[in-house]
């Protein structure tokens, strides 16, 4: 039996009459329908025996094999070759760029096809360069701007890998840092900063005078450093020493350094020559004291300079002071360093030159893995007195010890392949866009995040190294002086720009998120009134700058937040934020004072603050009110409720499939014989609409023993497995249903658009046989009829539009020259009498004047003929006007009346409005012009009447 026999006609729903063929093209719909009786005559004779398609069910979903797929995409191979051969000479190439998929209507693009074809043509290594090439898929690097749903999902893409970016480059940062610190801090800069001198009951932090220093460091300074016996006067063992709190290790001695400057290092005015004979500047390195003093046998009393200490410079309150200088190294005992902190002071070791004075020294916690780089520095400026400053450096220098430690070194390789990767994207779009790619400010937010990147990663690799290298020198040379000072501080301004770094990051995300029409409210409100707001502040800081200035020259000398221009400037600052003492203004300045601060809160605070606001609210409102007008357009929300109402679509159209081939199973067995073979089985399920390959694929699975017949226990177990999965599907409808919100389920028609939708999208076949009678194949053929039907009117509405835009210019200047020839007529009408050679030679014009407007005014070649009567006939009439008591000019009636009759006649047909206007201009000229415009109205007619019979859908004229 031949599978021709066998497969049951199924009737055939023609949108046409039969025997009928579209217009544009030469294929009648029996030949489609003889077409379409093959294809699926050929998808039947490909159809997979038992043995073969048993494997293309599974228990995941009534899907399609694979034979299936091919049947369609061979199908529409074939379908498209033959509609362009067929309507390759109507029809345009657009055409076959667009399809109908889930009842709209999809423009692919020819050379995207194309492109894809190469794809699947591709080698393997081809391949796997497109595959890296993909992982820098962006919007700058792809065109996404045509298809929102494309610029969404490349934006979430985007999103999701900086995402995990930022998660990195978080635990890199914050592994680096712990609240532990802060009270390592805490506790050590306590001890020596608060702990009160024996007599005075002062403190480091309130020293004012050079004798204040020697108190701190005979009394404060050895208590803090050594604690040599415990809290019931027990002495430490030796091993035990060197440890503060018993639990700071301190790593090498400490170290005391001054800065001195020269006797003759500033002048003395005439007036005190005599009676002032030292004069000691401010601290500069010009005027640096660099001669040895005191007892001259010593580093104590020797200049070294920064190389020989191999130190680093030092900001001070002051001034910035050098590397070098006089210093003492004291001893890892207390008893000891006592003796040389008194023999330091006894021999003067501060004097007047003396500018500052260092203390440095580390100390290492083992047990949070800690490390304390402590300076405290008293400085001592020309004015005398003494004013003290310290700094506590808490870093983590040996970063990999714990567990957690060692994920942080994972997480920091991978912080370097996500740098890597973005270099690579980078340099993509710079590539792509030139000096453009600068032109928006995220792409150099993009460049600046990178380049921190790269110099933080050099810097890790500079202070393992380096922190290695000291550990080694300071474990053999335990009694020498460990300087961690330059480390410290490369240290802390690692953790700062890191922490930039993690700060722009986070800004970083408004990229991926300004799509959406609420999330650009503020980067559009900031970029339109950047104008006003930047001509505003130029006003602003005019006003702002003088306040400053008049701050300082009134109330520098007294008090300490103006005593420099940089403190008036942040003093001011405070003021607008209500931070203001007022009663120190009126007491530096009774008068000045009050004015003073009057003015600048009414004219900064209640004038210019507010005119700020009032610019940023008035844009604010602005943008508000266009992004309300604004079109609503393809975002991130209608991506996902698409993608949930695809989800439910499928499952949805899984259950129908599922009740069809339960009710199938039910109604198939017609003999009651408890025996369904498989003629019967595909009978029934091709009356529902399913595809041959999903027929063969679900009667093989249960047919067992391959004898294309399903007994009673096999038919039990379908039905079995069939309610299974059903329930399965309700199960996730339901909890679909719950996690969406209690949104409105789709629908059946709405699930079986979505699914077609993800048919086209993801390349499969599922499914396309639906409840309906009709089959896929037929639905393709019906909706490709539709679709070139469509796109042929569209084509002749346009050709109409132009034909129409065209004759509009040819009458506007036919109306012109009709004027020039109406006065030529009534000249010839005034010389009737005249001379008979200026007669002759007007008559000549007038004929040269009718053959070049007849010869502009043909439209197309297949209306010459008729055009070519006109004009002799109009060029005739004109001789017989030209001629005095000629026939035609005794009847001007008659020739109206033809072109009434002509007029009429044209109106009916495409082309009617020019013949009206044509035969109305007519009758505004002498009743001899009338005859010469009856022979050009006719002539007319005869082209659009041509026109009208060799294409009557097309209108050209």
């Not at 379908?79 to 190439?93: F, L, T």
């Not at 109306?815 to 050679?837: H, P, Q």
């Not at 007038?846 to 007849?854: G, Q, S």
Request: proline share 2%; with cysteine.
């Amino acid at each position: 039996m031949s599978a021709k026999s066998r497969r049951p006609k199924s009737p055939r729903v023609s949108p046409s009459p039969s025997g009928t063929s579209r217009p544009g093209t030469g294929m009648s719909t029996k030949d489609r329908d003889a077409d379409m009786d093959k294809i699926e005559e050929e998808g039947f004779d490909r159809r997979p025996q038992s043995s073969a398609s048993r494997s293309a069910w599974d228990n995941d979903g009534f899907d399609m094999g694979t034979e299936e797929r091919e049947l369609n995409s061979s199908f529409g191979r074939r379908e498209g070759e033959n509609d362009d051969s067929d309507d390759a000479d109507d029809n345009p190439m657009a055409m076959e760029s667009e399809v109908y998929v889930g009842g709209q209507m999809r423009v692919v693009d020819p050379a995207a096809a194309k492109e894809k074809e190469l794809q699947q043509k591709a080698g393997c290594w081809t391949k796997f360069k497109r595959f890296l090439r993909s992982f820098w898929r962006t919007r700058q690097t792809d065109d996404t701007k045509a298809d929102k749903e494309l610029h969404v999902r490349t934006t979430l893409r985007e999103l999701a890998i900086y995402m995990v970016f930022l998660v990195v480059i978080c635990i890199v940062t914050f592994g680096m840092t712990s609240s532990t610190m802060y009270y390592y801090t805490k506790v050590m800069s306590e001890l020596f900063l608060d702990s009160q001198y024996p007599d005075t009951k002062n403190t480091f932090r309130g020293s004012t005078t050079m004798a204040d220093f020697w108190r701190f460091s005979q009394n404060v300074l050895m208590d803090g450093l050594y604690w040599e016996k415990w809290y019931n006067d027990e002495n430490v063992t030796r091993d035990e020493w060197g440890y503060i709190f018993y639990e700071n290790k301190m790593l090498g001695i400490p170290r005391i350094r001054q800065l001195k400057v020269r006797n003759d290092s500033c002048i003395v005015h005439d007036h005190f020559s005599d009676i002032i004979k030292t004069c000691y500047a401010p601290y500069s390195e010009a005027s640096e004291d660099q001669q040895t003093f005191g007892k001259a046998n010593g580093t104590a009393w020797v200049y070294s300079t920064e190389s020989d200490l191999d130190g680093s410079s030092h900001w001070g309150k002051l001034a910035s002071y050098s590397g070098g200088g006089f210093y003492q190294d004291l001893t890892d005992n207390r008893g000891d360093s006592i003796l040389m902190i008194n023999e330091l002071m006894e021999n003067l070791w501060l004097d007047r030159g003396t500018r500052v004075v260092m203390i440095d020294f580390t100390v290492y916690n083992a047990n949070i893995n800690l490390f304390c780089i402590v300076r405290m520095v008293m400085e001592f400026p020309a004015t005398g007195g003494a004013i003290p400053s310290w700094n506590f450096r808490t870093v983590k220098l040996l970063r990999y010890i714990t567990t957690f430690d060692f994920f942080v070194r994972a997480c920091e390789c991978i912080f370097v392949i996500f740098v890597m990767y973005y270099i690579v994207e980078e340099v993509i779009e710079i590539r792509k866009h030139r000096m453009a790619y600068f032109k928006t400010i995220w792409n150099c937010l993009d460049v600046i995040i990178i380049i921190i990147s790269v110099l933080c990663m050099v810097f890790s690799v500079y202070r393992t190294m380096a922190v290695n290298r000291m550990i080694e020198t300071l474990l053999s040379q335990p009694e020498q002086y460990a300087d961690f000072e330059f480390l410290g501080y490369c240290q802390g301004v690692f953790n700062n720009v890191i922490a930039i770094a993690v700060f722009l990051a986070w800004v970083k995300v408004f990229k991926y998120i300004s799509f959406n029409k609420t999330m650009t409210q503020l980067s559009s409100t900031l970029s339109k009134c950047a104008k006003d707001v930047g001509g505003f502040t130029v006003m602003f800081l005019i006003i702002f700058l003088a306040y400053a200035q008049l701050g300082y020259l009134v109330f520098g000398t007294q008090i300490k937040d103006f005593h420099t221009i940089g403190d008036c400037v942040f003093t001011l600052f405070r003021i607008i934020l209500g931070d203001f003492d007022f009663h120190e203004l009126e007491a530096a300045n009774r008068i000045l004072g009050p004015l003073f601060f009057m003015s600048y809160v009414f004219v900064v605070f209640f004038v210019l603050l507010n005119m700020f606001l009032a610019i940023i609210n008035d844009t604010y409102s602005e943008v508000k009110a266009d992004i309300a007008n604004q079109k609503s357009e393809f975002e991130i929300t209608d991506y996902f409720k698409k993608g949930y109402e695809k989800m439910v679509g499928k499952l949805n159209f899984k259950r129908d499939k599922i009740a069809d081939i339960q009710e199938a199973l039910a109604h198939a067995d017609h003999n009651a014989d408890q025996h369904l073979d498989f003629d019967e089985w595909r009978m029934e399920l091709k009356a529902r609409g399913h595809a041959d390959p999903e027929i063969e694929a679900v009667f093989a699975k249960y047919d067992v023993d391959g004898d294309r017949i399903l007994d009673a226990e096999e038919q039990m177990k379908m039905a079995s497995d069939l309610e299974t999965q059903k329930t399965d599907l309700n199960n996730q409808l339901a909890e679909l249903e719950e996690n969406g919100g209690g949104g409105q389920r789709p629908g059946t028609s709405e699930s079986n658009g979505s699914y077609d939708d993800d048919d086209e999208d993801g390349g499969g076949g599922r499914g396309r046989g639906g409840v309906s009678g009709v089959s896929y194949e037929e639905f393709v053929v019906l909706s490709r009829r539709v679709d070139r039907m469509e796109h042929s009117i569209g084509s002749i509405v346009s050709k109409i539009d132009a034909v129409l835009v065209k004759l509009e210019a040819m009458e506007r200047a036919k109306l012109k020259r009709r004027e020039t020839m109406g006065k030529l007529l009534d000249n010839i009408k005034e010389d009737e009498e005249g001379d008979g050679n200026r007669r002759e030679q007007m008559e000549r014009l007038v004929r040269e004047e009718l053959e070049r407007w007849d010869s502009d005014a043909s439209l197309s070649n297949r209306g010459a003929g008729s055009t070519s009567s006109g004009r002799h006939s109009a060029a005739r009439s004109l001789a017989a006007v030209s001629r005095p008591g000629s026939s035609i000019s005794q009847r001007p009636s008659s020739a109206n009346n033809q072109d009434d009759i002509d007029a009429k006649s044209i109106s009916s047909r495409p082309g009617s409005v020019v013949s009206r206007q044509g035969s109305a201009v007519s009758r505004q000229f002498s009743p001899r012009a009338d005859s010469a415009m009856s022979g050009r109205t006719t002539a007319l007619s005869a082209v659009s009447e041509q026109s009208y019979i060799q294409d009557p859908n097309a209108s050209n004229v």
